[in-house]
C-alpha cells in the first residue's frame, strides 16, 4: 500500500438520540444535593465524534416533548486525529437525519489496527472553545452550537484507497443543562446576563486535543437577550463539561432585565453530574447588593498576595469568575481598563496569621481604583449581605496596606459591617492606603487591637468614622488614625469605662485636627491617653480631663508638640501614680496657661517633662510640698521662660528663677524624648 496516496474514508454510523433525566427542581438556597440516582446515558451512537467550532452553526441537537434528539446535517464537519497530528481534510455525513455514512478525502497516511480520534465540529487547528456555549429561551427550536463530540475509532482495512472503521460511539464532551431561575418568593426572574462556575474552578472553556488534550478550566458566559432566541427568560439552556465528577457547588451570577444583581448556588454530591447527560434545575436566586469591589479609574493591575494559599475568587465585569487553587501561594495577577469592574468572594475565616511570622493577604492597584462593597464577601461569598460576625483573630490584618491607589467612591460604600470582632481585625488593614473616607465601624464591644493603626499614615482620610462603642478592650484604638495628616475632625469617644492603652497614640502627628473629642472618663488605666495627640500642631482646644482616679502613664506625652495649643485643661486629680504627666505638654511653645497642680504628694516620674519647651509660660502653681523628689520633676521646666513665677507649697510662698528660667533647687536635666 502507498502511503502517499488520498484515501476515501467511509464509515457507517448508527445514531441514537440522547436520553435524558430530568434532576428535578433544587433550590440553591438550601444545602440540598441533587438526586443521589445516576442519569441515563447521553452517548451519541455514531461513528464520528467532533467539538463545536463557536463561529460555526450546526444543528445536531433538537428538543422535542422534553427529550434531546440528534440529528446529522451534511455542513458538519468531522476532524481526524492520528498520533497528535490532524488531517488538514474534513469528512461530512452523506445525509441529514438520524443515520449517515461519514465520507471525504484524506491527506494523511492510514493503516489497519490505526488509533484515530474523531473530533465532532472542532476548529480545523483541533481546537475548541466552550466559551460561548449557553443558549437563552430555547422552547422546541434546534439547539445550535451544542453539537460536538469525541469517539475514538481503530482502522479495520486499509486497501485500495479506502479507509473501514469500527462504528464509533461519540460520547459528547458537555453536559445539557435546563436552569430555570427564581427568586426566594418563587417568582421567575427574568435573565439577560449568566454567569456559570463553580466552586472548584472545574468548567472546562477550551483546549486542543492535539497530542496530549490540553484543557483550560474557568467560567462561562452568556447574554442571554443575544442568545438563541433574543429573549430574556426564566429558563436558560448551559452547556457544560466537568473536568472531574467530585462534589462541587455551582455557582450563578444573573443580571436581570432591570440590570440587578444575583447569586444563586447549587451544591452537587461526588458522581452525581458528569458529562454527556441532560439535567434540570430550579435555581432560587438572592438579589446582591456590592460585594468587596474594585473598580478602574485607569487601565493597570490588580495583584493579590495570597501567601496562605487560600481560595479567593474574583468575577471581572459579570464576564468571568475566576477561583484560586486552594494551597497555591502565588500571586493574583488581574489585568483591568478602565473602568473595568471586579468583585471579589471567599469562605476563609481569616486573611492572615503571625504565629509563628506573619503571613497576610494583601491587594494592591498598579494605577487609581475605586473601592466600595461589602469586605465580609471575603469571609462568605453566597450569605455575606447578613453576614456580622468574625471568628478568626487578625482577619483581614494589612489587608490593603500600602495601596496608596485605592480611593473611595463618591455614592458606593465600603462597609465593614461586622458587630462581632475578634483580636486585631481590622489591624493595620488601610495602613499607608489612599483611602479618603473612612467606612462605618457599628461595632460596639470591642476586641483587644481590633483598630490599631488601622488608617495609620492614610494621609488622604478627611472624614473620621464614628466609634459608638462603649465597652472597649486593650489598645482596641491604638494609633488608629496615626499620621492622617488631613484629618480635620475627630470622632466622639463616648466610653467611660477604658482599658490599658485603649487610646494609646491614637491621633498621633493629625495635623489638621483643630478641636479634640471630649474624654469624659474619671477613672483611668494605664497609658489610656499616652501620646494620644502627640504633633497634632493645629489642635487649639483641650479636652476637657476631669479624672480624679489616675493610672501609670496615662497623660504620658499626651499634648507633645501641640504647638497651636495656648490653654491646658484642669487636672483635679490630687492622687498622683508613676509618670502619670510626663511629658504631658512637651513643645506646646505657645502654651500660656498651666493647670494647678493641687497634688501635695508626688509619684515616681509624675511630672517629669511635663512642660519641657513651653517658652510661653510664666507661672505654674504647684501644691506639692516637697518637689525636689529623685525623677518625680526632672526636666519638667526646662525651656519654660526665664523671669517667671513659680510657685511651691500650700502657702504659695513664691520661687524666684534662676538665670536659664527654672526655680533655684529644682533639678534640672537634658530631656530625652
Not at 452517548?43 to 465524534?49: D, L, M, T, Y
Not at 472542532?122 to 427550536?141: L, R, V, W, Y
Not at 468548567?203 to 443575544?226: C, E, M, Q, R
Amino acid at each position: 500500500m502507498k502511503t502517499d496516496r488520498l484515501y476515501q474514508l467511509t464509515s457507517h454510523l448508527l445514531m441514537a438520540a440522547c436520553a435524558t433525566l430530568f434532576a428535578g427542581s433544587l433550590s440553591s438556597c438550601s444545602n440540598e444535593d441533587p438526586t443521589d440516582k445516576m442519569p441515563v446515558s447521553g452517548k451519541w451512537q455514531i461513528s464520528i465524534p467532533a467539538t463545536i467550532d463557536i463561529n460555526a452553526d450546526t444543528r445536531a441537537v433538537k428538543y422535542e416533548e422534553g427529550k434531546l434528539k440528534a440529528e446529522f446535517r451534511t455542513s458538519d464537519n468531522i476532524y481526524v486525529i492520528k498520533n497528535g497530528t490532524l488531517d488538514s481534510n474534513a469528512l461530512h455525513p452523506d445525509q441529514d437525519g438520524t443515520t449517515a455514512n461519514l465520507v471525504g478525502k484524506l491527506n494523511g497516511t492510514y493503516a489497519v489496527n490505526d488509533e484515530l480520534t474523531l473530533l465532532y465540529n472542532t476548529k480545523d487547528d483541533g481546537t475548541f472553545s466552550f466559551a460561548k456555549q449557553i443558549g437563552g429561551h430555547i422552547e422546541n427550536k434546534e439547539l445550535d452550537n451544542f453539537d460536538y463530540a469525541i469517539a475514538k475509532v481503530k482502522v479495520i482495512s486499509a486497501t485500495d484507497g479506502n479507509i473501514e472503521t469500527k462504528p464509533a460511539t461519540f460520547q459528547s464532551l458537555q453536559s445539557m443543562y435546563k436552569f430555570t431561575f427564581v427568586d426566594s418568593a418563587g417568582e421567575s426572574i427574568k435573565v439577560t446576563k449568566l454567569l456559570v462556575s463553580t466552586a472548584n474552578n472545574d468548567l472546562i472553556t477550551s483546549g486542543s486535543f492535539l497530542s496530549t488534550p490540553n484543557k483550560t478550566n474557568g467560567s462561562v458566559i452568556t447574554d442571554v437577550a443575544s442568545g438563541v432566541d433574543a429573549i430574556p427568560s426564566n429558563e436558560v439552556w448551559v452547556a457544560l463539561s466537568k473536568a472531574s465528577n467530585s462534589a462541587d457547588t455551582f455557582i450563578f451570577d444573573v443580571l436581570d432585565i432591570d440590570n440587578n444583581a444575583y447569586m444563586g448556588t447549587l451544591d452537587v454530591k461526588s458522581e452525581v453530574i458528569q458529562n454527556g447527560k441532560f439535567y434540570t434545575a430550579t435555581i432560587t436566586l438572592t438579589k446582591q447588593s456590592d460585594p468587596l469591589t474594585l473598580k478602574a479609574i485607569e487601565a493597570g493591575t490588580i495583584t493579590i498576595k495570597n501567601p496562605l494559599g487560600l481560595v479567593i475568587s474574583y468575577m471581572k465585569n459579570m464576564e468571568t469568575r475566576v477561583t484560586s487553587t486552594k494551597g497555591n501561594t502565588s500571586d493574583i495577577t488581574i489585568s483591568i481598563a478602565a473602568n473595568d469592574v471586579v468583585r471579589f468572594y471567599g469562605n476563609n475565616e481569616l486573611y492572615c496569621t503571625v504565629e509563628p511570622d506573619i503571613k497576610n493577604t494583601n491587594i494592591q492597584c498598579s494605577s487609581s481604583c475605586y473601592i466600595y462593597g461589602n469586605i465580609m464577601s471575603l469571609i462568605n461569598a453566597k450569605d455575606y449581605e447578613t453576614a456580622k460576625t468574625l471568628t478568626g483573630s487578625f482577619t483581614f490584618m494589612k489587608l490593603f496596606e500600602g495601596n496608596t491607589n485605592i480611593k473611595s467612591h463618591d455614592s458606593k460604600p465600603l462597609t465593614l459591617p461586622a458587630t462581632t470582632l475578634t483580636e486585631c481585625c481590622y489591624s493595620q488593614m488601610f495602613r499607608n492606603s489612599g483611602l479618603t473616607t473612612a467606612p462605618e465601624l457599628p461595632a460596639k464591644t470591642l476586641t483587644e487591637g481590633c483598630y490599631e493603626y488601622m488608617f495609620s499614615d492614610c494621609t488622604a482620610l478627611t472624614t473620621a468614622p464614628e466609634l459608638p462603642a462603649k465597652t472597649l478592650a486593650v489598645s482596641c484604638y491604638q494609633y488608629m488614625f496615626e499620621g492622617c495628616s488631613g484629618l480635620t475632625a475627630a470622632p466622639a469617644l463616648p466610653a467611660t469605662t477604658l482599658t490599658e492603652s485603649c487610646y494609646s497614640h491614637m491621633f498621633v502627628d493629625c495635623k489638621s485636627l483643630t478641636t479634640a473629642p471630649a474624654l469624659p472618663a474619671t477613672t483611668l488605666v494605664e497609658g489610656c491617653y499616652k501620646y494620644m495627640f502627640y504633633g497634632c500642631s493645629g489642635l487649639k482646644t483641650a479636652p476637657a480631663l476631669p479624672a480624679t482616679t489616675l493610672a501609670v502613664s496615662c497623660y504620658e506625652n499626651m499634648f507633645e508638640n501641640c504647638t497651636s495649643l495656648t490653654t491646658a485643661p484642669a487636672l483635679p486629680a490630687t492622687t498622683l501614680a508613676e509618670s502619670c504627666y510626663e511629658g504631658m505638654f512637651i513643645g506646646c511653645a505657645n502654651l500660656t496657661t498651666a493647670p494647678e497642680l493641687p497634688a501635695t504628694t508626688l509619684a515616681l516620674g509624675c511630672y517629669e517633662g511635663m512642660f519641657f519647651g513651653c517658652s510661653g509660660l510664666n507661672s505654674i502653681t504647684c501644691l506639692a510640698t516637697d518637689i525636689s523628689a529623685d525623677l518625680c520633676t526632672n526636666d519638667w521646666l526646662e525651656g519654660v521662660s526665664g523671669g517667671g513665677t513659680f510657685y511651691k507649697a500650700a502657702d504659695m510662698t513664691k520661687w524666684t528663677t534662676g538665670s536659664s528660667g527654672i526655680p533655684e533647687g529644682w533639678r534640672v536635666e537634658e530631656y530625652e524624648e
